[in-house]
């Protein structure tokens, strides 16, 4: 029953971050009779006991609730909206597409500095040496890391922020320790919210050259060209230059005054897209990503907002950076799993992108050397494909040989052949990249005696053994086991390590080449902030020859001194028990081959396998991916899978591992003859216990897309009215790119 409320006094329907679909009715604060918020200004309100920040989504004359029942607004927090009318209708879009409650929709899209009531970024803390702290700089500490603190406090002339401390790789913890000690005093500083100076702009060695060919040409007029919006894919091999399209494009873009959105896979990829956009555009260029703090993103958001940049460089959450004058977007490996968000709201930042770029009316371009099959086939929106088939300049496409590993003798994953090839190019003064996608020196730890591996406490996965520190560490949950000499289950020490991960293949060949410099890259090594910056620069220097590394290596790298590229093991993914497995293992593959042979020196893949005959491994290496992506499409099509079926998967989670099951179960009981709906479940998922979690999923398949949408509407209510769904945490994922 609708209740109207008075002609003069409005209804704020808002939106709080809460699991509930439902947008709450507030009468404006107490005493104030100004006018109503616009959509997107964000207010305090009371929430149950708590006071929550809420977005206004609209405003009425009525409400679902007796007036004497709705409660009054705290307070409006802004002027202006945080969240613009096209980003308000994102966020709808988003909420109704991927079945999540608008609220936390919302609140996702907002800078961490914007989820709360306190003014963003007026203040920052900073530190100094106390009197005592300069009195005891020559006084010898038990702690070198203490010492070495006070030590470079006692240098800086000025206050310290607590960033700046940390980036010389001091903890936040030292700083507390000295501060009980009175060796250091804390004071509060404004923050710095403009642009400062441009950095500095540079010359860029790259192998590309600055002037278009025809192909490159041809792409750039398309794109400029777009009447309105449009979908491209940038459909280009590794090295064929497709970086310099972006930066043609968007050169045309910023001489109309137009803001460019550019998506990137890995954060490791945005120092070197950054160094090359500054020296070809000359502008400043915003960055976003993960490894920032709240802080160094609301500023990058404040001034996308105001127009002061025209450019903003990010990962996957930047899709969602308000830019009122957006003028295209791009999206740089469009095929890299990394744009599908896996918790929370599980969003394809590619698909976010297209609805914004639709909404705006402007050209969003794809860009990949390995294109996903989503877009190799036509969709609800165009897509006008753009191929760079041949290298740029003088490269050219490096040549790949299998090395067959059944009853060769294999020594800490490498094989004789293999260590011959990589060899003949290192005394030849070229890189060489050594790939391995598992990091830690070992992925088992096995006992000699029983048998058993080591596992983990809170999940069904087996521990990495790593060597700094030297420990067992699960991948999944981060639990961490210092005492590992000892059997889990016998409690004999004959432990053995068992595989190889990137750590124990950097230790074997230090000994087999203990001439040549090797830097080895993933997770564990670039911990610090700037540390990858400063190994990629090194690599460019050709300050090391040997290159030990995982997919941080792989993707949009341009090495010009490396010619060799050795793929150490690559059999997992013909064993998977998800099909999306093989596509990204052809992408992967193709990607990593991409860093050899960019510049004016012949490349070479080798890659170790024990299925050198799999027809598709064949098809990849013989007439590349395109043949085998056609191949993957007619396995998919005949069994009516995605990009041709459309999937979602509904997941439940408890300590308790009876309720999931339960819940999955009552939902398909609810829903026996649903039209068009295949349900395959529930069933464990392929890790059934991860954290201490218990899992269940049921997986959601239909030939229509709008079956698919209102079987999970029936869903989601469903199991928002069931009390025992109250006792598991379960989500749904709309086009799942990871079926375990």
């Not at 079945?99 to 003014?119: D, I, S």
């Not at 001489?255 to 956009?277: C, D, H, K, N, S």
Request: aromatic share 6%; hydrophobic share 40%; charged share 20%.
């Amino acid at each position: 029953m609708i209740v109207e409320v008075t002609e003069n006094l409005a209804v704020w329907r808002v939106a709080v971050r809460s699991p509930l679909p439902q947008l709450f009715d507030y009468l404006p604060p107490l005493g104030e009779d100004s006018e109503s918020p616009q959509p997107g200004t964000r207010v305090l309100i009371p929430f149950g006991r708590r006071k929550l920040i809420g977005l206004v989504v609209e405003t009425a004359q009525e409400s679902f609730l007796p007036t004497h029942q709705l409660k009054h607004a705290f307070a409006v927090l802004e002027t202006c909206p945080s969240l613009s009318a096209h980003l308000m209708r994102l966020a709808t879009w988003c909420s109704d597409y991927y079945h999540f409650p608008l609220g936390e929709v919302l609140q996702t899209m907002l800078p961490g500095h914007l989820r709360h009531a306190k003014p963003p970024g007026a203040k920052q803390v900073a530190w100094r040496l106390t009197e005592l702290g300069r009195n005891s700089l020559t006084v010898k500490m038990r702690s070198q890391k203490q010492q070495g603190c006070l030590a470079w406090l006692g240098e800086q002339r000025a206050l310290v922020t607590t960033q700046q401390v940390q980036e010389q790789g001091f903890s936040s913890a030292i700083l507390r320790i000295l501060l009980v000690k009175g060796l250091v005093e804390k004071d509060c500083v404004q923050r710095q919210d403009d642009i400062g100076e441009m950095p500095p702009l540079v010359d860029v060695v790259t192998s590309q050259p600055h002037t278009l060919n025809d192909a490159q040409a041809k792409a750039v007029a398309a794109i400029t060209g777009a009447n309105g919006y449009e979908t491209f894919l940038l459909d280009g091999v590794t090295g064929s230059g497709k970086t310099l399209v972006y930066l043609h494009a968007i050169e045309q873009c910023l001489a109309q005054q137009g803001q460019v959105l550019v998506l990137v896979p890995e954060i490791g990829l945005t120092p070197q897209t950054i160094t090359r956009f500054q020296a070809h555009l000359r502008v400043p260029i915003g960055v976003w990503h993960s490894h920032m703090t709240d802080a160094e993103r609301y500023r990058t958001w404040q001034q996308a907002k105001s127009g002061k940049l025209q450019v903003v460089i990010g990962t996957r959450s930047a899709v969602f950076c308000d830019m009122p004058k957006l003028a295209m977007i791009i999206i740089d490996e469009a095929h890299d799993p990394s744009f599908k968000q896996q918790s929370s709201l599980r969003y394809l930042a590619n698909d976010v992108a297209r609805v914004r770029a639709h909404d705006f009316g402007i050209p969003v371009v794809l860009g990949s050397a390995t294109p996903p099959l989503s877009l190799l086939i036509a969709g609800k929106y165009p897509i006008h494909r753009l191929r760079l088939k041949e290298r740029a300049g003088v490269a050219l496409k490096p040549a790949w040989s299998l090395i067959d590993l059944r009853g060769l003798p294999v020594k800490s994953g490498l094989s004789e052949p293999l260590l011959a090839k990589m060899a003949s190019h290192l005394a030849a003064g070229h890189q060489v990249l050594v790939f391995l996608n598992q990091r830690g020196y070992s992925p088992a730890l096995i006992c000699h005696q029983c048998g058993e591996a080591a596992t983990c406490q809170r999940c069904d996965a087996k521990m990495t053994l790593h060597e700094h520190p030297k420990r067992l560490l699960c991948h999944h949950c981060g639990a961490h086991q210092r005492d590992h000499h000892r059997c889990q289950s016998c409690g004999s020490v004959d432990l053995f390590a068992a595989g190889v991960g990137t750590g124990r293949l950097e230790q074997a060949l230090r000994q087999h080449f203990p001439k040549v410099s090797l830097l080895r890259i993933d997770r564990d090594s670039v911990r610090k902030k700037g540390t990858l910056d400063k190994m990629l620069s090194d690599i460019h220097s050709n300050q090391y020859k040997l290159l030990v590394g995982t997919q941080m290596l792989a993707k949009g790298h341009d090495f010009p001194n490396l010619t060799m590229v050795a793929v150490v093991n690559m059999d997992d993914a013909f064993f998977s028990a998800d099909f999306h497995a093989i596509e990204r293992l052809g992408a992967l593959m193709v990607q990593v081959a991409g860093r050899a042979g960019r510049a004016d020196k012949p490349g070479e893949v080798v890659v170790q396998t024990h299925q050198p005959q799999h027809p598709l491994l064949q098809l990849l290496v013989q007439n590349g991916y395109h043949a085998f992506a056609e191949a993957l499409l007619q396995e998919r099509k005949a069994l009516g899978l995605p990009p041709y079926g459309y999937m979602a998967l509904i997941r439940a989670s408890s300590p308790n591992p009876d309720y999931p099951l339960q819940v999955l179960q009552a939902l398909v009981k609810q829903t026996p003859n649903t039209t068009g709906v295949k349900c395959v479940g529930p069933l464990a998922s392929p890790m059934a216990r991860r954290a201490g979690q218990y899992r269940v999923q049921l997986l959601i398949w239909t030939d229509v897309r709008k079956q698919r949408h209102q079987y999970l509407l029936n869903a989601r209510a469903f199991l928002q009215r069931l009390p025992l769904a109250k006792k598991v945490r379960w989500s749904i994922d709309v086009d799942p790119i990871d079926m375990q």
